[in-house]
Structures are given as structure tokens and as C-alpha cells.
Antibody, heavy 116, light 107 residues
């Protein structure tokens, strides 16, 4: 069974960078699937942010393209999110998720607040 | 981007009732749609994939269907554990896009 677990700071100051880690167990991230970041804003709106796939290719939401980077460390079976120049509008719960044949499987999520 | 219009946004339903949520896609998405249930403080759980396929372990009272650009999730004979927020997700195109969510409560 694939399990995903997010980690990272819960509070980030405006204009700084948000950095999160997703640790994957039960599956090797180079074996297949797309590995995504998704966020849920207060009020329940969801936004798909981007992915890195098993071949190390990335695809980002155009709404974030200039601020987002998704990378990975295959030795640790982890992938990462970096979001630059954050504002209070980036306050959300951030999820990492795997995409296979027909749907997404999600981590527990980490709440990140952007505030000075 | 593909717009997913989900209705209703919230509803109160009685135990044992039948209930349907619908997502309408602004473009053809084939059957590349999945449904999720989310409970408070929990991560979303895949319920239906590829529009009509029940995920392993999901009770058979849940079902998915499609009529044209309308995709529906139906719960037959609602149980108390079915409360939560339900949302759809299209995975035909990037960027992936979501329905606005439906909050299901018990009367």
C-alpha cells in the first residue's frame, strides 16, 4: 500500500518561500505514477499545483508557473514543493498525492499559514 | 482550463435516503473523472474512478454514472458515516480541475 506523508513548516512569512517534503513508502517513486501537489484553501476550493513523474518530468499549473518548483530525491524516495514569493492567499492545506490509472491517493495534508 | 460545475453545494439528507451529486464539465473529458469523500481533519478518499468504477473497499451503495457532460455520484440508502464533503476531479487535461464540493449533512 502506498503511503504519503507531508512535512514542513506550518508558518511562512509573506514574500518568503514555502518548502514542503512528501515522503513516500510502499512504492518507489521512479517505478511509475505521477507525484503531485494539491492544495485546499479555506472555504474548500481545491487547486492542483503540479507534478513530477517517474521520469523526472514536471508539469505545473500555469497559474503558479513562475513561482513553483517540484523536485525529488530518489535516494530518500521523497519529492518536494517549493513555492516562492508567498502571500496570504497561499494559506492552505497542502497535500501530496499519487496519480495512477484512475484517481489520486492523498497524504494526510499539512496546513500552512502565510502571516507576518 | 476545464471548468467543473458541481451541484448542490450543500444538502441535508435523512438516513436511508438516496442522494445524487452532479458535476458538469465545460469540455469533453471522456470518463476521466473521479469522486472523493473528505471528512473533517482527514485526507480525501478516492471513491469512484474513471466515472463509473468503484474503488476497492468502498461500499456498494455508492455508484458513479455519466450522461453527456454530466457526471453523477449516487449514494443509495444513506448511512451516518457518509457525511462529509464530496468533490469531483477531472484528469483528462492539465491543469487538473475540481468541482466546488458538496457538503453532505444528516437531517
Amino acid at each position: 500500500e502506498i503511503q504519503l506523508q507531508e512535512s514542513g513548516p506550518g508558518l511562512v512569512k509573506p514574500s518568503q518561500s514555502l518548502s514542503l517534503t512528501c515522503s513516500v513508502t510502499g512504492y518507489t517513486i521512479t517505478s511509475g505514477y505521477d507525484w503531485s501537489w494539491i492544495r485546499k484553501f479555506p472555504g474548500n476550493k481545491m487547486e492542483w499545483m503540479g507534478y513530477i513523474n517517474c521520469s523526472d518530468s514536471t508539469n505545473y499549473n500555469p497559474s503558479l508557473k513562475s513561482r513553483i518548483s517540484i523536485t525529488r530525491d530518489t535516494s530518500k524516495n521523497q519529492f518536494f514543493l517549493q513555492l516562492n514569493s508567498v502571500t496570504t492567499e497561499d494559506t492552505a492545506t497542502y497535500y501530496c498525492a499519487s496519480y495512477g490509472y484512475g484517481g489520486y491517493y492523498w497524504g494526510q495534508g499539512v496546513m500552512v499559514t502565510v502571516s507576518s | 482550463d476545464i471548468q467543473m460545475t458541481q451541484s448542490p453545494s450543500s444538502i441535508s439528507v435523512s438516513l436511508g435516503d438516496r442522494f445524487t451529486i452532479t458535476c458538469r464539465a465545460s469540455q469533453d473529458i471522456g470518463n476521466y473523472l473521479s469522486w472523493y469523500q473528505q471528512k473533517p481533519e482527514k485526507s480525501p478518499k478516492l471513491m469512484i474512478y474513471r466515472a463509473t468504477n468503484l474503488e476497492d473497499g468502498v461500499p456498494s451503495r455508492f455508484s458513479g454514472s455519466r450522461s453527456g457532460s454530466d457526471y453523477s455520484l449516487t449514494i443509495n440508502s444513506l448511512e451516518s458515516e457518509d457525511t462529509g464533503i464530496y468533490f469531483c476531479l477531472q484528469h483528462k487535461q492539465y491543469p487538473r480541475t475540481f468541482g466546488g464540493g458538496t457538503k453532505l449533512e444528516l437531517k
